[in-house]
């Protein structure tokens, strides 16, 4: 078997290329910048030969050239998914409609018409000066009613639109926020309440931005409006869409090994209450998503899967999803664009919106006009009203009724089609391994304590995947035994950025392939709303307060030799 035109036995090898240093490990016999062709499937200093393989053998694509996030893993190749695959992809790709086929069923509120817009190149969305739902756009509006002041990073999502917020609807109807009124501002950072300086200690300099979001109250079609909740503010941040490579390889990771990772932080570090009990030192309910509305389903190893089965949360910043088949993916191909399937054949809208909808003279006017439309019903005003209320009012859309009987719009080989894409979806290997940089920048990430977050190693299991009913008796990409280099402990950590993140708590990003995203996407933009502008300022924004998990780490890589901090850079962009 090969690995993108590399054989496999290569990654046996463990003969160092050159003499090391005994105390750095840093292969002193390359001191230039060498093509690393020759060593790629080597140990090269304090590099072992399998980590030019993050996605081990089954999930690595040898091309590190412009299109690479796109490539397929070896298993697709292997288990004979590469059609499947390619259709899935072109799922992901093509702009949804309200009624062309194989790509139909928009709206009629959405988020975007197209995957591909939110993920540029297969990537990280992009930073954005507005906000327009439109390609390279990967933002995602969070709108909530902060629990401690107009500052404040947490509090419940308002009622009144999506958790994902829809800026998008087919007409007649108006997009529940109209983002023509949507003002992103980049306000820079003048000192950090930390206090460390921003100019390191040799001179150099840095610089932080961060956005701060505002929305009006005539932005919102939606009654009531959110502004109108009894003595609560309203709060906006942004989130840029997360990085969709090896997606499936994270997947293939024990439950026990992260429980592992969990007992072992939880020593020294106070983890999320909601998701890790500390005095049981086990996951506490809230770790758990259960799965007892999609059916039996089944596991990877044909074995049944019952109703009611729980697996451990691992995907979105949020942790708010635990399998892939139901991640965030699974999830945004039904959210995202609107378009329903039979697992769940209901829209994705609020109640505040419909009755917005249903009482708007012009949406009524627009109705009537047209006989064919579904929400015509007998034709008069009260007939049109009702109509709309009832097709868009989530609570009474999500089964059959009197108004209608849903067909689904993505059929069940159309889903199964674009999982078998974002579970086959390989990282690229890594680069530069053989450069003395980045054998120093290895060396300092591990000394100044950022692996303790920022695992480099894995080992998947059996890969006893779950699958939803509706594709249970097929197979997707499997990952079975295979050692990874993500750079995640799976865990969720605070950092208190100002504007920061919903909610506080974010999962540790996966480091592995991000250095070629410029290459891929045209921007290195990273961090949840792409406030960073480099692997620099993404790292010192870990030690803008000292209330930041990663404060003490950050503190260390501001007292390193200009050297030394540009070696860890030279790291993290080769990994």
Same mark, same amino acid.
């Given at each position: 078997m090969k690995i993108k035109g590399i054989s496999t036995a290569l990654i046996g090898l463990t003969v160092a290329v050159g003499c090391s240093d005994g105390n750095s490990g840093i292969n002193e016999s390359v001191k230039t910048r060498e093509p690393d062709a020759k060593y790629v499937g080597q140990a090269v200093g304090n590099f072992s030969a399998d980590e030019w393989y993050p996605g081990g053998q089954l999930g690595t694509t040898d091309n590190v050239t412009a299109g690479c996030y796109e490539d397929e893993t070896p298993s697709?190749?292997?288990?004979?998914?590469?059609?499947?695959?390619?259709? !899935? @992809?072109?799922a992901f790709e093509r702009k949804y409609t309200t009624s062309t086929a194989p790509f139909k069923g928009l709206g009629p509120a959405y988020v975007r018409s197209s995957c591909l817009d939110c993920h540029p190149g297969y990537g990280h969305g992009k930073r954005q000066s507005q906000y327009r739902a439109e390609f390279g756009n990967g933002y995602l509006l969070v709108v909530y009613h902060p629990v401690d002041g107009q500052n404040s990073d947490d509090g419940p999502y308002v009622a009144e639109v999506t958790g994902m917020p829809q800026t998008k609807a087919s007409r007649p109807f108006l997009p529940p926020i109209d983002e023509e009124q949507i003002e992103i501002k980049w306000l820079s950072v003048s000192e950090m309440p930390s206090g460390l300086p921003m100019t390191f200690p040799d001179g150099e300099e840095y610089s932080l931005i961060y956005?701060?979001?505002?929305?009006? $109250?005539?932005?919102? +079609?939606?009654?009531?409006?959110?502004?109108?909740?009894?003595?609560?503010?309203?709060?906006?941040?942004?989130?840029?869409?997360?990085?969709?490579?090896?997606?499936g390889l994270l997947d293939a990771i024990p439950e026990d090994?992260? $429980?592992?990772?969990?007992?072992? @932080?939880?020593?020294?570090?106070?983890?999320?209450?909601?998701?890790?009990? /500390?005095?049981?030192?086990?996951?506490?309910? &809230?770790?758990?998503?259960?799965?007892e509305r999609l059916g039996e389903g089944r596991y990877a190893d044909g074995s049944a899967a019952s109703v009611g089965t729980k697996l451990l949360k691992r995907f979105t910043y949020a942790m708010t999803r635990a399998t892939l088949q139901d991640g965030a993916g699974a999830n945004a191909i039904w959210n995202i664009t609107n378009v329903s399937r039979s697992d769940r054949p209901y829209l994705y809208t609020t109640k505040a919106w419909a009755k917005a909808m249903s009482e708007n003279a012009q949406v009524i006017a627009a109705i009537k006009a047209d006989p064919t439309s579904p929400y015509y019903a007998d034709g008069t005003d009260n007939g049109v009203k009702q109509? #709309?209320?009832?097709?868009?009012?989530?609570?009474?859309?999500?089964?059959?009724? @009197?108004?209608?009987?849903?067909?689904?719009?993505? %059929?069940?080989?159309?889903?199964? +089609?674009?999982?078998?894409?974002?579970? !086959?979806? %390989?990282?690229?290997?890594?680069?530069?391994?053989n450069?003395?940089?980045?054998?120093?920048? /290895?060396? #300092?990430?591990?000394?100044?304590?950022?692996?303790?977050c920022h695992r480099a190693k894995w080992t998947t299991g059996d890969d006893n995947y779950w699958k939803p009913a509706v594709y249970a008796d097929k197979e997707l990409p499997?990952?079975?035994?295979?050692?990874? =280099?993500? =750079?995640?402990?799976?865990?969720?950590?605070?950092?208190?950025? /100002? +504007? !920061?993140?919903?909610? %506080?708590? *974010?999962?540790?990003?996966?480091?592995? &392939? $991000? !250095?070629?995203?410029?290459?891929?996407? &045209?921007?290195?933009? $990273?961090?949840?709303? *792409?406030?960073?502008?480099?692997?620099?300022?993404?790292?010192?924004?870990?030690?803008? %307060?000292?209330?930041?998990?990663?404060?003490? *780490?950050t503190e260390k890589f501001y007292n390193l030799s200009k050297e030394e901090r540009d070696a860890v850079v030279e790291f993290i962009n080769s990994i």
């Open positions: 697709v190749e292997i288990q004979g998914l590469t059609t499947a695959f390619n259709l !899935g @992809e072109a956005p701060e979001v505002t929305i009006p $109250r005539s932005a919102f +079609n939606t009654n009531p409006n959110p502004y109108d909740t009894e003595n609560q503010a309203v709060a906006f941040r942004l989130e840029s869409t997360i990085g969709i490579i090896g997606s090994s992260i $429980r592992e990772q969990y007992r072992k @932080e939880a020593l020294h570090a106070d983890l999320n209450p909601a998701f890790w009990d /500390k005095d049981a030192n086990d996951f506490a309910a &809230g770790a758990w998503y259960g799965y109509a #709309v209320l009832n097709l868009l009012d989530p609570n009474t859309n999500q089964f059959d009724n @009197e108004w209608h009987n849903f067909t689904p719009e993505m %059929s069940d080989d159309q889903y199964y +089609n674009f999982m078998v894409w974002h579970r !086959g979806l %390989s990282i690229p290997r890594a680069r530069d391994l450069r003395s940089e980045v054998q120093l920048g /290895k060396e #300092v990430f591990n000394r100044i304590g950022c692996a303790s499997r990952y079975q035994n295979q050692t990874i =280099y993500p =750079y995640t402990d799976m865990i969720q950590h605070r950092l208190y950025m /100002k +504007n !920061g993140i919903h909610g %506080s708590w *974010c999962r540790t990003t996966p480091l592995w &392939g $991000r !250095g070629l995203s410029r290459l891929n996407t &045209g921007a290195d933009d $990273r961090l949840h709303d *792409c406030r960073a502008r480099n692997v620099l300022e993404a790292i010192m924004w870990h030690g803008y %307060s000292r209330e930041s998990d990663a404060y003490w *780490c």
